[in-house]
């Protein structure tokens, strides 16, 4: 250590040469505020001077811009549908260095033993994981998650220097209203960082949230939400991911006063919108469109998440300081060129210059485990012709709860080609309980076949809908047989499906390769099966068995009404 | 803590009442940049609400300011020449509630004990102070102190969790080679902070200085000085003390988008100074009168010092935050008229409410251990009437190397009372080694008498000058036998004294005595003595025998001239 120091002090002195030196760049300092020009000396992985320098190797930059890695304050891996490996061969290149990764799908699905998979996937890579531990596993308990993570589980983990703390603490009001088991989660993570996830809370409310221990949200919508958390000492995450979008609301309550306290996350971010948008630096070039200026921008993304999560060494361009640094072509189209982490040029032109390891996947497969569905499981009895349902709404995760009168047969539910009423199952498939909670939909539109998935948050139970029990019986079936994944049946027949082995809820195949299938796929729902047009058929599966988003959702325990949070009958309409 | 965060949030909710309310605040929120209007709900020292609340005691402030108690960001508390008691009884009312102080002056008389006693005083005042360890004990190798403290003695201490870091290290050379000992001390504070005290260096030599670990800088005089620092990521301390006055010239360095990087301190404050212009809340008003808003000042002194040196949950009045709250009467004017420490009122309009208790000094006193010096350790050898002389500047702790013809009887120095050439000594005072430097002083002025003090940077040994050695030795008499302080006499008399029992350096009396005491005496040294009027006396003699400000100056150990680094004889003119 102390030859070390040493050893830097007298690369930084100039008495060695250091291992490399970026010639000519000029370099975006996020702490004066400035472009400065000049030469980037690199030793063992740190930056050791900045001015004028020769090293060992020299590349020269020819003046192009230079920034330090940038960061996402809060993503969840899973929802790319890729490994870690995977996912940072595609966003390294794209200049994200650094993620702090929240597992609570993998969470939800296997327990300590996803967590363990999620960081020894992130062990050699050229990206810097850090984790927050989930708090909600189960997220609610309204619903069987494959894995029950309590404050004993969590204990286990917290001393790894990974962990930077507690995932989003979405269960607010046990927070507020001082559930033990919450409170002893928070206990154990005592001078680690709290992440909240309390969309709407105000007031007294967001006092008590704040004063137990929860010091980030990324969930602001508008401008007045991220002001009052703001003046309670809370950072903003501004989000840019796929199902939700709040960059171009809140960059306009960003100002050169608060500025510090903002930073940036994609929180769930599909693989088409990474590969054609970008990762957090499609959050700085939206920023920086939206009127930001460039080096603003590019603080949120770099020492303002380091600040915020107290990272050592990170998000700078300076002595001491990690070398993973950035090289734009253009400050205000901001696209990364370069990417070199702890000193190594490790992305070129978006392409990765580095490999990634395969990983032992054998403790997170075969997670599909169901008791044997049949026809008669999916039957749904109704007292009359007048049943609750569950009323879609176009480019939203939140629903309606409607009354519709149905067609019947002997007492159950039958569906008409002329209604468009089609029957949802969601099916517990972590303990093979058997456990099945059925609801009816409207606004999804299909014809003649099924969809089911094991991608359904939080608990990634399997969930299908179809217009006819064969093909949603086929579906299921599909599904497990591939150990997870996501189906499309019609008539009799599977038209494709993306395997989803891990987890059930993430590929093993390339990014590149998920999206194609997920392209055809899409292609088939809209077109083959007539799938309503103004929703994502397989997003919209995916959090309708989340019962924390209202107003009426379906989890493997039943149908559930969010407002009034509580399991309600099909059949009993007030 | 469970019980306690659970009572916390039920406070915050509302569901119980605080124990005390602030109502009716207009609040200074260093998140959002902005005066909020509301209450402060607050139990427990902390900080549980702000919003609308009731509490079981509550105090209308009637809309008037609050804001977070200010922060000195590095202080001696030696310099006030008071206990660190008496310190907080003065600085408190003022609106400073946190300082980091480093004891460097004490730890160069008394080590270890030096620093305990410090940490003990500090203990159980409504004040946090936040220690960082001296790092140059002894300052330089050319000179004695009472104290080595080598990394060895350092580790001792250095897990107390008061203890931030490195105190500022001076002996920037040592670091930019890599000296081991040097090293060592960097070594053993990993994780915490380490102060720089490096002006001038800048270039490669910066780079290396930054790399060994070093992370703040408080000796900028100018915005190039300030810039080059705080783009390698130094925090910058903007000083307005009595001896280096920084303040006027950097506030125009700080601009919204480099505010957060900088913060005040006092460094070096006298009685008198601190009495009338005050301490941290002068930064402020200062700040504010040359152009920064009230808002950006009150960061400076409050949440950006809180940052900078990693306090946890002080520098802010938000929920979860310790309730060090000031009350202003006016942004602008920046009177505090309430101190709330901890949520209890310790301060009303500049007068203290608590009491000090009285510290053991047994391990502080007694620190005066002289040989006894006679007449003949004073005479000055010439090889003819040529001598290298101290010229003293005006108004500066520099001095001037000047070769000038003065008196001699029987090949000794004499002095000519039409010639301005006084003799000065410095007398070894920690272990009676007898050890004398001699000198000549141009500038002072001085008719029959002499001064005597045993404040002298950085060794504080004891240092006398006169026009005549019997004025000299009952002098120096004096001082030892007060056990550390300073005298004036003339004609075989002793004027005045002010004793500095603790370590020499310190007064047990209250500042306002200490001040009163030292005003009669400066009264006496230009009036009675003839002193030179653009010098202050007992800071020239404090500051003459440290060897590490140009041009000449005198140690125990002899002349030494600063820009050779070499000690020189003063017949030995070139």
């Known amino acids: 250590?102390?030859?070390n120091i040493k050893r830097m002090i007298d690369l930084a002195y100039g008495r060695e040469l250091p291992e490399l030196v970026l010639k000519n760049c000029r370099i975006v300092n996020v702490f004066s505020h400035e472009i400065i020009e000049g030469d980037i000396a690199i030793d063992s992985g740190k930056i050791v001077g900045i001015g004028q320098y020769k090293g060992e190797k020299e590349i020269d930059l020819n003046w192009k811009y230079v920034a330090p890695g940038l960061i996402d304050?809060?993503?969840?891996?899973?929802?790319?549908?890729?490994?870690?490996?995977?996912?940072?061969?595609?966003i390294v290149p794209r200049g994200t260095t650094t993620i702090i990764a929240d597992p609570h799908e993998i969470a939800n699905v296997?327990?300590?033993?996803?967590?363990?998979?999620?960081?020894?996937?992130?062990?050699?890579l050229p990206l810097n994981i850090f984790f927050m531990l989930p708090s909600?596993?189960?997220?609610?308990?309204?619903e069987n998650s494959g894995a029950i993570l309590d404050a004993d589980k969590l204990r286990e983990l917290i001393c790894d220097e990974r962990i930077l703390g507690l995932g989003e603490l979405m269960d607010y009001p046990s927070v507020i209203l001082g559930d033990e088991d919450t409170l002893e989660k928070v206990k154990i993570v005592k001078g680690k960082l709290i992440d909240g996830h309390g969309p709407n809370i105000?007031?007294?409310?967001?006092?008590?949230?704040?004063i137990a221990g929860v010091r980030t949200e990324h969930e602001c919508s508008t401008i007045e939400e991220m002001i009052n958390r703001l003046r309670l000492g809370m950072y903003i995450l501004i989000r840019e991911g796929s199902a939700a979008r709040n960059l171009e609301t809140l960059i306009r309550g960003v100002t050169k006063e608060n500025l510090r306290r903002c930073l940036f996350c994609t929180d769930d971010k599909h693989p088409e919108d990474i590969l054609t948008l970008g990762h957090i630096d499609n959050n700085v070039r939206l920023s920086i469109k939206m009127g930001l200026d460039p080096i603003s921008a590019i603080k949120m993304a770099t020492i303002n998440a380091a600040e915020c999560y107290k990272l050592k060494e990170i998000g700078a361009i300076a002595p001491g300081y990690v070398a993973d640094i950035i090289v734009i072509d253009d400050l205000e189209k901001f696209n990364v060129v370069q990417v070199f982490k702890n000193g190594v040029l490790v992305a070129k032109n978006n392409v990765p210059l580095f490999k990634v390891k395969a990983v032992d996947v054998s403790k997170v497969t075969d997670t599909v485990r169901t008791k044997e569905v049949r026809k008669e499981d999916l039957k749904i009895e109704l007292k009359g012709d007048i049943a609750n349902v569950?009323?879609?709404?176009?480019?939203s995760l939140v629903t309606e709860k409607v009354i519709r009168k149905v067609e019947t047969e002997k007492g159950y539910f039958k569906h008409h080609k002329n209604l468009d009423i089609l029957k949802i199952a969601v099916i517990e498939r972590h303990k093979a309980t058997g456990n099945i909670g059925l609801g009816l939909v409207e606004n999804f539109k299909l014809t003649n076949g099924a969809i089911a998935s094991t991608i359904a948050h939080d608990s990634h139970n399997l969930i299908v809908i179809g217009d006819n029990d064969e093909d949603m019986?086929?579906?299921?079936?599909?599904?497990?047989?591939?150990?997870g994944g996501i189906t499309i049946c019609s008539k009799g027949e599977v038209l494709k499906t993306l395997p989803l082995p891990i987890a059930g809820i993430m590929s093993n195949k390339s990014m590149e390769e998920v999206n194609v299938t997920l392209k055809e796929m899409l292609d088939l729902a809209y077109n083959k099966l007539g799938v309503n047009n103004d929703i994502d058929p397989f997003m919209t599966l995916s959090f309708l068995a989340l019962p924390v988003i209202p107003e009426i959702k379906v989890t493997d325990m039943g149908l559930f009404d969010v407002s009034k949070f509580q399991f309600i009958k099909i059949c009993d309409v007030e």
């Open 202 to 210: 105000s007031g007294k409310d967001l006092n008590a949230y704040v």
């Open 390 to 395: 569950i009323r879609l709404l176009p480019h």
């Open 110 to 124: 296997c327990g300590l033993e996803g967590l363990k998979f999620m960081m020894n996937s992130g062990m050699e």
């Open 1 to 3: 250590m102390s030859d």
């Open 73 to 90: 304050g809060h993503v969840h891996i899973e929802s790319s549908m890729v490994t870690p490996n995977e996912f940072a061969r595609v």
């Open 473 to 483: 019986l086929l579906a299921i079936k599909e599904v497990v047989r591939v150990g």
């Open 136 to 142: 909600c596993v189960p997220a609610t308990s309204f």
